[in-house]
């Protein structure tokens, strides 16, 4: 098997009002609260399908939560993930998914990473939800060469018949690297306009957005819109491969920042053509 989440976190100015858009409008289960001391936080993991979870925190002390609440006004912060190999030596952390490590992010290409020791049991689907999993979380790096290489060699691969498409509509291009449910994708951003130009152009690396796979395209746009959501029309996500041929992934839309708690969440119903990793390396 291979590297696998445990949860991805979101720093905001107060953690319960934020929960309740997660719980009430978006249906994720709530599994829990507890400190984060790794990034200096306290606040609430929630389900993100049967795959992973969402921490929401606010900051308790000085540390990484409270420089991304200065930086950036908080949102998206870092990983949380289990491998199948032993760590690299890193700061010890804990949280309520057990003890960790925080990796340094020049060996995460700029990314904040931290690896937990043991892994935690899949969180318990929930009904009504508007998704059915967490397709993949996107980041932005640098340098895609180089950060493909740093996550190699803490065992983290990509998947060469996945990456190195680059997204016209985005103007990115990637680096797919697949967990056992899921995958991780890198982005190099061309330009700084844009959902990942701006992350680039703020934070040099940074985590730019979370896609939710749903099966129900118009169901969830118009669930969300019911509840007073901002969000996008759906629309192609096509890319180009090497050859230059044009290649579409499916459709996806965007919660608004407002309505998300600074949360950049990416709703997406996958073709035919899209990355797909599940358990069993399906």
């Avoid at 491969?241 to 709703?267: D, I």
């Amino acid at each position: 098997m291979g590297w696998s989440w445990g949860y991805v976190s979101t720093v905001v100015p107060e953690v319960e009002p934020a929960v309740r858009f997660f719980h009430e409008i978006l249906g994720l289960p709530r599994l829990g609260e507890g400190e984060f001391t790794g990034l200096g936080a306290k606040g609430e993991l929630l389900g993100l399908g049967s795959n992973a979870r969402l921490a929401v925190l606010e900051p308790v002390s000085d540390g990484i939560a409270a420089e991304r609440l200065r930086e950036s006004r908080g949102g998206l912060c870092h990983l949380g993930i289990v491998l199948p190999s032993a760590a690299p030596a890193a700061k010890p952390t804990s949280s309520p998914l057990g003890p960790g490590s925080m990796l340094d992010p020049a060996a995460t290409a700029g990314l904040t990473v931290e690896l937990l020791h043991d892994e935690p049991a899949p969180p318990a689907a929930a009904e009504g939800r508007l998704f059915s999993e967490l397709d993949h979380v996107a980041a932005v790096v640098a340098d895609l060469k180089s950060a493909v290489e740093a996550f190699r060699s803490i065992g983290v691969s990509e998947d060469p018949a996945t990456s190195w498409f680059r997204f016209p509509g985005l103007e990115t291009r990637n680096a797919v690297l697949p967990a056992s449910s899921g995958y991780l994708e890198l982005n190099k951003a061309e330009t700084a306009e844009g959902v990942f130009g701006s992350v680039a152009a703020r934070l040099g690396a940074g985590i730019a957005g979370l896609t939710l796979s749903t099966e129900d395209m118009p169901e969830a746009l118009e669930r969300l819109r019911s509840a007073g959501v901002g969000v996008t029309d759906a629309l192609p996500v096509v890319a180009e491969n090497q050859a230059r041929e044009q290649v579409e992934f499916g459709q996806s839309a965007v919660v608004s920042l407002k309505s998300s708690y600074g949360t950049r969440l990416f709703l997406f119903t996958p073709g035919a053509n899209a990355p797909a990793y599940a358990p069993g390396g399906g």
